[in-house]
């Protein structure tokens, strides 16, 4: 919206809860602006490919693409986006862009051009990030994983993302007291103000209250650079409607 006036975007979209509070969600942060999503193609987990819905996604003339999809679906969009000689901006769910691996293959070996400059967010360290490699958190993180989860995938960041889990359900464990009931740990968790989560990126709260329960409401862009994310701009949080 600040740096594409005007933007018509498309969406490739799951086609169930996830995918369409994506889209919901997408629209709605819209809303104010000028850019406006002009098409959104749904695609089945079962399906073979989404070449049909890019095709389509084409044909509206959005100069954005938005990829809420899996890894296998989102690789499929910018393979056949690229194939068709579609050059749209590209956005990506975090699910796609979590793991860098899976940008690797959608470049097609460094052939397809479209990946580079695509768009995400992160909310957690990036074991494969430069910055990190003497932080405190991270050298816990790989203490623990040499421990306990020898020959794994140390720069898999979805381990990063479970141990980030593991803290805050500790946390609450701890918050809901030594008589453990039901009860109390829905009580705990509702009502959370968690700053210092150390797999969290800095200024990252896990923070849940009265009538709010999504405890991650802030986050940092990335682009897609030369084979690696690079973020940018600052902590982003959600703001109020």
């Known amino acids: 919206a600040r740096t594409r006036l005007g933007a018509k975007v498309a969406v490739l ?19 104010r602006s000028k850019a406006k999503v002009i098409a959104a193609e749904p695609y089945e ?9 890019i095709a389509k996604l084409k044909g509206s003339g959005a100069d954005v693409l938005a990829l809420f999809a899996t890894p296998k679906f989102a690789i499929q969009g910018f393979v056949f986006a690229n194939k068709l000689g579609w050059k749209p901006k590209l956005t990506i769910n975090n699910a796609v862009s979590s793991a860098s691996n899976i940008m690797i293959i959608a470049s097609e070996g460094g052939q397809n051009k479209l990946v580079n400059g695509s768009i995400s967010i992160v909310f957690v360290k990036d074991p ?10 991270m050298k816990l993180y790989r203490s623990i994983m ?16 479970g141990m980030a889990v593991a803290w805050t359900a ?10 453990l009931t039901r009860a109390g740990l829905v009580k705990a968790v509702s009502s959370m103000n968690l700053p210092k989560n150390p797999f969290l990126l800095p200024g990252i709260a896990v923070k849940t209250g009265a009538g709010d329960h999504f405890p991650l409401e802030q986050m940092v862009l990335q682009r897609w650079d030369k084979g690696s994310w690079h973020s940018f701009g600052g902590l982003w949080a959600q703001q109020a409607s």
């Open 13 to 31: 979209f799951q086609n169930d809860d996830y995918g369409k509070d994506l889209l919901l969600g997408l629209k709605r942060g819209l809303a």
């Open 45 to 53: 987990v079962t399906a073979p490919d989404v070449g049909s819905q």
């Open 128 to 137: 494969t990030d430069p910055q990190w490699a003497k932080d405190p958190a």
């Open 146 to 161: 040499k421990k306990h989860a020898a020959g794994a995938n140390v720069n898999d960041v979805y381990h990063v993302y």
């Open 170 to 179: 500790i946390e609450a464990l701890k918050k809901a007291g030594k008589n």
